[in-house]
């Protein structure tokens, strides 16, 4: 199993590392589109949106930080 491991694990780490482009994109976006929604519902144009804009991208950070602890802990 030990070539065949090393192989799961660098296909793993690859899929892993694919991801980080979609996470980066999709928290701000999220975090717009919620807040931009919020806003129209409330009326607090543009507080909301800006709100969660910057949450959205704190929280994709801290996802793409634990992809990258995923990816590169078990590599030996």
């Known amino acids: 199993m030990g070539e065949e491991g090393d192989q ?3 296909w793993r780490q690859i899929m892993l ?3 980080i482009p979609m996470v980066l ?3 701000p976006l ?3 589109f919620v807040g931009d ?3 129209r519902k409330m009326g607090t144009a ?3 949106m800006i709100l969660f804009l910057i949450l ?3 929280s994709s950070v801290k996802q793409v930080m634990r992809l ?3 990816a590169m802990g078990p590599l030996k």
Request: charged share 10%; no cysteine.
């Open 8 to 10: 799961f694990q660098r």
């Open 17 to 19: 590392l694919s991801a």
């Open 25 to 27: 994109v999709a928290g």
């Open 30 to 32: 999220v975090g717009f």
């Open 37 to 39: 929604f919020l806003d």
């Open 46 to 48: 543009p507080w909301l």
């Open 56 to 58: 959205g991208a704190f």
């Open 68 to 70: 990258l602890a995923k």
